[in-house]
């Protein structure tokens, strides 16, 4: 028997190529998922149309978010915190300075909460990992056998490949078709000066079929989706436990585990039952988010005040004001994820690829500025509808290279107990490659037809943006706190790290999918030392 920990993507990829070569997986979780008074709204909602939707209803699954730094939530799932480990605190994490990243103990783990963006990495950008584009290929195509995609062929096809053969595309608003069409009239002087650009790819079931409905547009993407139509791994989790194949265990909080000859004992604590509970496998694949996987690795190898970093593909944050207006914003049916994708590659601006996904409008950008100097503005009917109607919002990523990092560091408090203490590093260079980025879309901003406001970037803190990793990198010839193409440690041979604690880089394009591939790699291969 095989144990995975987690259910988060990373976990799900494992699972299901183990499953694939017809081995018996048990999965350890905590497993928390969505309370029931919200549950009951959205199978309410997912049996309607949107024109049906009770304003309470759409206004309970909208939510509001905290302000407090201290437990800010990037994004609600349905209105609810339930994705993010801060009210219970089961894994004691304790942060120096918050970052606004909140590991994830539900079932689904942060793929609940994530934007669905869906793109693979380059060799450039991953050339000092001891594995290569080509190692991963296969398990990105496995991956994007049963993720949905919204992907179509465009100029992003020749940097990056989709990888997929779905056929599921999903319309941008009106804001992203107009600004698509002058991207695509300047595209050569873009791609003189390194821009690339191409229509986002998301895993959302976009297109209907006999067994379900596809995007009604009906704007609350970003505060989750009434059909469940956006990817969340615990979609697949429920395909595998029906199927009889997989064995879900809720409520299991992984403390440590032990090698002991060709056996791996897994021990924690039953949350239900308030008792220790010890499982045994032959292969262990952890899984259980970056933040939480260090603690139960150090643990395990009772590694105390030894840091390790987790380094990060920082996240910025660009305004930017087209020069068309598109009326009728407020009103439009539309799905508000990421409308496209902008690559830059010019080494002027960076020594790697930068990652830029655009926003338009939707009601959770407008709940933002009115936390803003521009709530005053906008109450104004002429300036709204102006200024709504050009606004866009750049989110980039930058590579790791040039980013801050995380450090931590398991310590024992007074009580014996232990707990993952975490500390920001903040790194100059990633002002300075946030600041050309600004710079470089400013020149090109006549191509774009579109300006970015560059004194309103926002570089957040390392780890806000979710794209973090690399705790326990993988290397050719691993170091004590170092890991083998198989994430596996010196002295735990059958234990296999496999999220993206293993990376030995974080690239800037998005996170999710690379995660899946190796996750699905390292368990294809792992699974074939054994007999079925």
């Excluded at 609940?112 to 001891?130: F, K, T």
């Excluded at 040039?402 to 398991?410: A, F, I, R, W, Y």
């Excluded at 993988?474 to 293993?502: F, I, K, N, W």
Aim: proline fraction near 4%; glycine fraction near 8%.
């Amino acid at each position: 028997m095989y144990i995975v920990i987690g259910s988060g993507p990373a976990a799900i990829a494992a699972t299901q190529a183990l499953v694939q070569q017809g081995h018996q997986v048990t999965i350890l979780d905590v497993g928390v998922s969505l309370e029931a008074g919200r549950q009951e709204i959205i199978d309410r909602m997912s049996t309607q149309e949107p024109e049906s939707w009770a304003n309470d209803d759409v206004d309970a699954i909208v939510g509001q978010r905290l302000v407090s730094s201290e437990t800010n939530h990037s994004k609600l799932s349905y209105g609810s915190a339930y994705s993010f480990d801060t009210g219970s605190a089961v894994v004691d994490i304790r942060w120096k300075e918050h970052a606004g990243f909140n590991h994830s103990v539900a079932k689904g783990g942060l793929s609940n909460v994530w934007g669905s963006s869906l793109l693979c990495y380059r060799q450039e950008d991953i050339a000092d990992w001891p594995v290569s584009i080509e190692d991963l290929q296969p398990h990105y195509r496995a991956v994007m056998d049963f993720v949905p995609a919204t992907a179509i062929t465009d100029d992003l096809e020749e940097i990056l490949p989709t990888y997929s053969t779905q056929n599921n595309p999903l319309e941008p608003s009106r804001q992203g078709q107009a600004l698509l069409k002058d991207l695509e009239a300047n595209k050569s002087r873009l791609r003189q000066s390194g821009i690339i650009a191409g229509r986002s790819r998301l895993a959302i079931r976009a297109t209907g079929d006999a067994t379900q409905r596809g995007c009604a547009y009906c704007t609350l993407c970003l505060s989750g989706c009434p059909y469940g139509l956006i990817y969340s791994s615990a979609q697949t989790l429920d395909e595998l436990i029906q199927s009889g194949r997989v064995r879900y265990l809720a409520d299991h909080l992984v403390e440590k585990f032990e090698q002991v000859g060709d056996e791996v004992i897994v021990t924690g604590r039953d949350l239900a039952k308030n008792v220790v509970f010890t499982q045994r496998a032959s292969r262990v694949f952890v899984a259980a988010g970056v933040l939480p996987t260090a603690k139960i690795v150090l643990n395990s190898l009772q590694a105390f005040d030894t840091p390790v970093t987790l380094l990060d593909s920082q996240y910025f944050i660009y305004p930017m004001l087209r020069f068309g207006l598109t009326e009728g914003v407020e009103t439009e049916r539309m799905h508000t994820s990421a409308q496209l994708f902008l690559e830059i590659d010019d080494k002027s601006v960076s020594e790697h690829m930068v990652h830029l996904q655009i926003y338009g409008y939707s009601s959770f950008l407008h709940h933002e500025l009115d936390r803003t100097f521009l709530a005053w503005p906008l109450r104004v009917a002429a300036f709204r509808r102006h200024f709504l109607g050009r606004l866009l919002i750049v989110q980039g990523f930058i590579h790791s290279k040039e980013s801050g990092s995380l450090k931590l560091t398991l310590q024992q408090a007074a009580d014996g107990q232990a707990f993952l203490n975490v500390r920001i590093q903040q790194a100059r260079k990633g002002l300075a490659t946030t600041l050309k980025v600004g710079w470089k879309l400013l020149k090109q901003a006549l191509n774009l037809r579109a300006v970015p406001l560059i004194p309103g970037l926002q570089l957040l803190k390392p780890g806000s943006g979710y794209h973090s990793g690399g705790t326990f990198p993988m290397r050719e010839q691993p170091g004590a706190l170092e890991t083998d193409t198989l994430g596996r440690l010196p002295t735990m041979t059958r234990v296999h790290l496999v999220d993206a604690s293993v990376l030995p880089s974080i690239p800037a394009t998005s996170i999710t999918l690379s995660i899946m591939a190796n996750s699905h790699r390292i368990a294809t291969l792992a699974g074939r030392l054994d007999p079925s």
